[in-house]
């Protein structure tokens, strides 16, 4: 546990490196460097404790590497969600052992959740737009799309492959698999395109409508609204004159001001508003049916048992890398998190195909 301790200081120092290099805000990249000198010292605390030498802090992990390239691609908005997801997820486990110990709970358990907003909102030269874009960031825990990718491949790898294992237990992996997996795929893969097409589009009517009343109250009460602005910074700890000040900066342009107001007061980012509906759904179509195939191909080439066999280890394999993957969000060791979404998934394909033999021999009866 100890050393997983260090590995994960480590990997937090690495990431807030990399965000602080790739920042183009000065002020927050300021506040990056800051949290990586005491993501750094946190480490090297430990590896006191363990009476080990400086040199012997480990290096940054694959998970920490991986997360690094996968900000260069996607953007390092989602890096900055993992570590605070990451941080939280830190935050309540020291609670809950505290908790089950009969401890004192002194509140600095989840000081590294706040750290980031309480040093960016110390800077003496932070605007309300540098605390609204960090927020930002860190409220929308950037990296949806990967989600989606992920849980999307894994939704059609699982329940492709349970309809795939129940025909071919009704079947002995004859007829009718090969066809009932590809029907499957398209079902599934319209069903998922559609809901995220109607999420992504009832999502965008419902922010637009709130977005439109704001920019009314905006336009009927502009003072009304820097008033309750300010509140909002004050309530964040900024002290009042500071809080004023950048109400009132942010107020000289209503465009700008209409974004800033409905980021702090609904928690709205109007950029995440601009993506496609069509774009969404597609995306999810392609993702479902990545996954979906998988447990078919080899029912395109054989069949038989033999197509069962190898279609049972292709998912089994495609099961472990999602599980790998899922580690990019959650933390966890690859092998755990590997090895027990394959054995969920092969559990849910032995049901259907125990259930699939049962109606085969009923129906043969």
């Known amino acids: 546990m100890r050393n997983k301790n260090i590995q994960t200081e480590v990997d937090a120092w690495f990431l807030y490196q990399k965000l602080a290099e790739h920042e183009p805000d000065a002020t927050i990249a300021k506040v990056f460097r800051q949290m990586s000198e005491i993501e750094k010292s946190h480490a090297e605390a430990f590896v006191k404790q363990e009476n080990m030498s400086a040199e012997d802090l480990t290096r940054p992990s ?103 294992m129940g025909i071919a237990g009704a079947t002995a992996g004859q007829q009718g698999v090969l066809l009932a997996g590809l029907a499957g795929l398209l079902a599934g893969a319209l069903s998922m395109s559609l809901g995220e097409w109607i999420s992504v ?67 709205i980012n109007a950029e995440e508003l601009k993506g496609s509906a069509v774009e969404a759904a597609v995306y999810s179509f392609i993702l479902f049916a990545i996954g979906a195939i998988i447990p078919v191909l080899p029912f395109i080439f054989t069949s038989g048992m033999k197509a069962v066999l190898i279609s049972v280890l292709a998912s089994a394999v495609g099961l472990f890398l999602i599980g790998a993957a899922i580690t990019l969000f959650t933390g966890k060791n690859v092998w755990y998190s590997g090895l027990r979404q394959v054995m969920f998934g092969l559990a849910a394909a032995a049901i259907t195909f125990g259930i699939g033999k049962l109606i085969g021999v009923s129906i043969a009866g």
């Not at 900024?238 to 700008?256: F, L, T, V, W, Y």
């Open 62 to 164: 694959w998970r920490a590497k991986t997360l690094n390239t996968i900000g260069k691609i996607f953007g390092y908005d989602y890096v900055l969600g993992v570590l605070m997801d990451t941080e939280k997820s830190i935050a309540n486990a020291v609670i809950t052992t505290k908790r089950k110990n009969k401890q004192k709970i002194t509140g600095s358990e989840a000081s590294h959740v706040n750290i980031l907003r309480t040093i960016l909102e110390k800077e003496t030269k932070v605007t309300g737009t540098q605390l609204s874009k960090f927020e930002s960031r860190h409220r929308s825990v950037g990296g949806n799309a990967i989600r989606a990718a992920v849980l999307g491949g894994n939704d059609g790898l699982v329940s492709n492959f349970s309809l795939v």
């Open 201 to 267: 589009k009832s999502s965008q009517e419902l922010y637009e409508n709130q977005m439109q009343i704001e920019m009314e109250e905006l336009e009927t009460n502009p003072e009304g609204e820097m008033k309750e602005l300010a509140l909002i910074y004050m309530a964040k700890g900024i002290p009042e004159d500071q809080a004023q000040q950048m109400a009132a900066d942010i107020m000289k342009n209503k465009s700008h001001a209409h974004e800033i107001l409905i980021k702090e007061e609904l928690g």
